[in-house]
């Protein structure tokens, strides 16, 4: 019976031993299980974008040198989610000698349950199988963790019922105990007291650790995976220089380097209600991609803080949901979101940026003026060119057109017979997509575009913009 069988499975170690069942290391076991994935040309940590040719490749080294890794890098790179990735590369199940609080391999127990029990009954010593979600243990680093945390502690009801201290029957597991022969991660590894550093690393490496003066030695099997921001690991809080060794890879994350992961990443994160369906064109999703990656570049915002990825996320789900909003109000059917809409990140992005600034209360203006520069980007990108000269000309006279969102799909519609250039960049923009909807979501980023790049003029009232041609 190999590790992922699903035949049946023994339930006692003589019958594990007749199955042909091996025990192996979790950095082993890890390793082995994902030389044929990459020989197979599979990935390692499915649903992370854009890391193929700078992250993916050296977690990939560390996975098959065996070793212990941290992550830096600023909030929203995906350091989580690549560290719960990793239980992907466990077998499904493991046999651990039934009742043990700390994963003993039946093979080789640690723990003095594990150890009297299995001298006790020998081959008869009953097992139990692990699932390998089950094998991940997680921790945030905050300044008040304690050894009992991670390590354990004395627990107070053992001892009342007549166990003495010197007995290691009377310990309560810690998290890093209850997860040997998995993964365990450390979030924020900098906030953890120095102290409780050298206790982590006693384990993590001499095997041994004192609880109430008592000497427990524990030959632990854990893989220890630990994130960290960069600022936070050199100013904030520091890891301890043995701790900092016990590494064998520092691996530095990052944001996407291109727009359309930035796109790709975020439709896969966001969530969109399908009920009504909503249907967001593709350059307002670069809209929405470009003005985090310009928040990203601005000196108006604190670089140190990072701009995180769920900026994106949480900016395409509430442009969704403003777009909603506005169609079930006009109680129309197809529900597609356009410029006017835009006014609805001020909420979502607020609380995600930083933004400095000497001024108090400039947050706004910061995240206007980026949302209007995004916009340039992506109409000099998609839309400046021939056909919008003859636009332009078409306002000439007494021509003005008006947005907003309380102007329904069918006075977008109209204008398009008023103003007949608009038809090629519409078109051009909105691809095979050209539902009215979508027209009128183009149309706004035109006429928005032509008067940023200062070829229309604007007089804004309300949720209603007019523009017209330029004096």
Excluded at 15 to 21: E, M, N, P
Excluded at 379 to 398: H, I, L, N, T
Aim: hydrophobic letters at 40%; aromatic letters at 4%.
């Amino acid at each position: 019976m190999t590790e992922n069988s699903t035949e049946a499975r023994p339930d006692t170690i003589g019958g594990l031993r007749a199955s042909g069942w091996k025990s192996r290391p979790i950095k082993q076991e890890i390793r082995e299980n994902a030389i044929p994935r990459i020989r197979a040309g599979e990935t390692l940590f499915p649903g992370v974008h854009g890391y193929e040719n700078t992250v993916l490749p050296q977690l990939e080294h560390a996975v098959l040198a065996g070793h212990d890794m941290v992550l830096l890098g600023e909030r929203g790179q995906a350091k989580s989610r690549i560290i719960r990735l990793l239980t992907g590369l466990l077998d499904e199940f493991m046999p651990i000698v039934a009742g043990s609080e700390i994963n003993d391999d039946p093979y080789n127990p640690v723990s003095r349950h594990a150890i009297d029990l299995v001298a006790e009954q020998g081959d008869d010593t009953p097992v139990s199988w692990m699932h390998r979600v089950d094998r991940f243990g997680e921790k945030l680093a905050t300044p008040d963790t304690s050894i009992a945390d991670l390590i354990g502690e004395v627990d107070p009801i053992k001892v009342a019922e007549g166990r003495y201290l010197s007995d290691e029957l009377t310990l309560h597991y810690g998290l890093v105990p209850r997860t040997n022969r998995g993964v365990f991660a450390i979030n924020e590894l900098p906030d953890l007291a120095e102290r409780i550093q050298v206790g982590l690393l006693n384990v993590l490496e001499e095997r041994d650790v004192q609880i109430r003066g008592y000497k427990v030695r524990l030959p632990l099997d854990v893989l220890l995976v630990a994130s960290a921001n960069p600022e936070d690991y050199t100013n904030r809080g520091r890891m301890i220089t043995p701790l900092k060794d016990r590494f064998g890879a520092q691996i530095r994350t990052h944001y996407p380097n291109e727009i359309s992961t930035e796109i790709d990443i975020a439709r896969q994160e966001s969530s969109i209600p399908t009920e009504p369906p909503v249907y967001i064109p593709d350059f307002m999703e670069q809209l929405i991609a470009t003005f985090t990656h310009l928040a990203r570049d601005s000196s108006h915002v604190n670089q140190r803080s990072g701009v995180s990825v769920r900026l994106t996320v949480s900016n395409l789900e509430t442009l969704a949901a403003a777009a909603t909003r506005r169609a079930l109000t006009l109680g129309e059917e197809e529900i597609v979101p356009r410029v006017c809409d835009l006014d609805a990140l001020m909420a979502s992005t607020a609380g995600k940026i930083e933004v400095e600034s000497l001024d108090e209360g400039r947050d706004g203006e910061v995240i206007l003026h980026l949302l209007r520069s995004a916009l340039l980007v992506v109409y000099k990108d998609r839309v400046a060119g021939e056909g919008v000269r003859q636009v332009v000309d078409s306002f000439e006279g007494e021509v003005v057109a008006s947005a907003g969102d309380d102007m329904p799909i069918a006075d977008y519609q109209a204008l398009l017979k008023v103003v007949p250039a608009l038809a090629g960049p519409v078109a051009a923009l909105c691809g095979d997509q050209d539902s009215p909807g979508v027209q009128a979501s183009a149309i706004e980023l035109i006429l928005e575009g032509l008067h940023l790049s200062k070829r229309l003029n604007k007089d804004a009232m309300g949720a209603r913009a007019s523009y017209r041609g330029r004096d």
